[in-house]
């Protein structure tokens, strides 16, 4: 019979190491997370809904938008 040999358990990373794959995206080419750059708001929609109709699995709104329409 062969002897038992000794397993060492294996070492649990610390959180900063965790914390290194946080501050990297890994789907940038440089792996760096980009710059945001401020969004414009969009001008809300004025809806008027006249009314719906769905046939077997298709689905259909009939909207105005008043901002739109002559």
Known sequence: ???????TAPQIPS????MEVAD?????????IP???ELKELPR????LYGTLMD???S??????KKISP
């Open 1 to 7: 019979m062969a002897p038992a040999q000794e397993t």
């Open 15 to 18: 959180l900063s190491e965790f």
């Open 24 to 32: 990297r995206n890994l789907f940038h080419p440089e792996r760096r």
């Open 35 to 37: 710059e945001k750059k």
């Open 45 to 48: 929609p004025d809806l008027v």
């Open 56 to 58: 077997g699995g298709l």
């Open 60 to 65: 259909y709104a009939y909207v105005e938008d």
